[in-house]
């Protein structure tokens, strides 16, 4: 088997690893690449193989970084089947046609400005009718069902914890009279967080290929998360003003909907308003909704007493541009969570627009902020912030609760890999990770007994 790292090698952005095993291409992921424009236009557009000569992918959960490029793929001539858990699917199926329509809507507003420069115009990576037809190639699979993926390769999914439907990928491969078991563990998630269940603990495995996202620091407990959430509200609230959280649609937002809801059924936050305001994870909510199969046995008792988790009286979802373009009107304190989690697009930078110049509002980041994107920029503190082409005074109060992080932090990379028995691994391949992430994972693996750990390069061939 070889394994060729063509995304997400010593980055966080744009997972996609090739295996070839018994003359067959199976792909890991095809997620879109995150980054400076020109950059990142290029490469998502490019895809660096023949797309007709995959043979099979497969995909462990839904994030954009991990799937974004699934319609480029199907443009581009791949006819096999993309394995996923169901929710992975239906969370694809909504995420996949939210990005074309972000893509032809930039295409869009940047052709009238190169018809007017005389310039030739674009083409977005993939339209919407693309993301529709590529739904086609998704073939749902349960947690723990084995299936036949290509000569040799079979195929388990075990829950990976990190988001509806995410799934730690293991592969089982028999080459010639050699057998041995290959796990990739996509994004994982946490132990005893809310909503989803922990990760599950994979016998037997040989080779591994691990995200590092945070493998250099720590997070914070559940509980402290709550703690600081309950904190920012009241203290907010006191002052008059607004909490602007920007969250991801899909995973984040749902976990900080349901902890505003325990927090108000308990007193511990004033009865104020509370809004979701981004079509999407409107979207991406109703899925969750759709799969209880996938919650912990927490939240299963907490529906018994009050059905739904997303769902109380204080929480409208905001769907219409006019709903959201009314809460800029109205000064009292409030909670807004809106779409997208690093301030790059969508109804957030609105809000940003319109409250980032009071000293009553909060600006409250609950997830990572990539280098060179605005919330970067906004948790850095930076005194003045470009928001939709025009610059403003950051003079609302600035929180980061990292509690929330649906990754597995160093100490719980660590700790997963050491119940998978490090010792029996032969080697261990770091990715989805910065430099120094993944390098601080690594010299953590080695204590556990791990001799043999490599953090692979963009575009490097390794064989197992």
Not at 46 to 64: E, G, K, R, W, Y
Not at 173 to 198: A, H, K, M, S, Y
Not at 430 to 441: C, D, N, Q, Y
């Amino acid at each position: 088997m070889h394994i060729e790292f063509l995304g997400a090698a010593r980055s966080v952005t744009g997972s996609m690893f090739l295996l070839t095993v018994n003359g067959s291409r199976i792909l890991l992921e095809c997620g879109l690449f995150q980054g400076p424009r020109q950059e990142a236009f290029k490469r998502n557009r490019q895809l660096p193989f023949d797309a007709a000569s995959i043979d099979a992918m497969v995909l462990s959960h839904a994030h954009i970084d991990h799937s974004g490029n699934i319609p480029n793929l199907v443009r581009c001539g791949f006819r096999g089947s993309i394995y996923c858990t169901f929710a992975t699917r239906d969370l694809c199926s909504i995420m996949l046609r939210d990005s074309a329509y972000i893509m032809e809507s930039d295409v869009a507003y940047l052709n009238k400005r190169r018809a007017r420069r005389g310039e030739p115009p674009l083409e977005p990576i993939y339209t919407t009718a693309d993301a529709v037809r590529s739904m086609n190639s998704f073939v749902g699979l349960g947690y723990g069902r084995t299936i036949w993926i290509g000569p040799g390769v079979q195929l388990t999914f075990y829950d990976a914890g990190h988001i509806l439907g995410s799934a730690l990928c293991a592969l089982d491969v028999q080459e010639g009279e050699r057998r041995f078991r290959l796990l990739f563990t996509g994004d994982l998630g946490r132990r005893d967080r809310p909503i989803l269940c922990d990760p599950e603990v994979v016998p037997g495995v040989d080779y591994l290929i691990t995200e590092s996202t945070y493998g250099s620091r720590l997070h914070g407990s559940a509980q402290d998360a709550e703690g600081a959430l309950e904190r920012v509200v009241n203290e907010t609230h006191a002052r008059g003003g607004k909490v602007i959280i920007p969250a991801f649609s899909v995973g984040r937002t749902q976990e900080i909907v349901y902890a505003l809801h325990r927090l108000t059924l308990e007193k511990r936050i004033p009865r104020l308003p509370i809004y979701v305001d981004s079509p999407l994870a409107i979207n991406a909510t109703e899925v969750f909704r759709l799969h209880p199969e996938y919650y912990d046995a927490e939240t299963h008792e907490f529906m018994l007493e009050n059905r739904d988790p997303f769902g109380f009286s204080e929480l409208d979802y905001l769907r219409r541009p006019e709903e959201s373009k009314a809460l800029n009107d109205r000064q009292e304190p409030m909670v807004i969570i809106s779409a997208s989690g690093m301030c790059e697009a969508g109804r957030i930078l609105h809000h940003l627009k319109n409250n980032i110049e009071s000293r009553r509002n909060t600006v409250l980041f609950v997830g990572f902020q990539a280098e060179h994107t605005l919330g970067r920029r906004i948790l850095n503190g930076d005194e003045t912030v470009p928001i939709l082409g025009e610059r403003y005074r950051l003079q609302a109060r600035v929180e980061h609760i990292d509690g929330y992080s649906a990754h597995a932090d160093r100490d719980e990379l660590l700790g997963y890999v050491s119940r998978l028995g490090p010792r029996r691994i032969k080697r261990a391949m770091l990715v989805h990770g910065e430099e120094e992430a993944a390098r601080s994972l690594a010299e953590g693996l080695r204590g556990l007994g791990l001799s043999e750990t490599e953090i692979p390069t963009l575009g490097q061939k390794v064989g197992l």
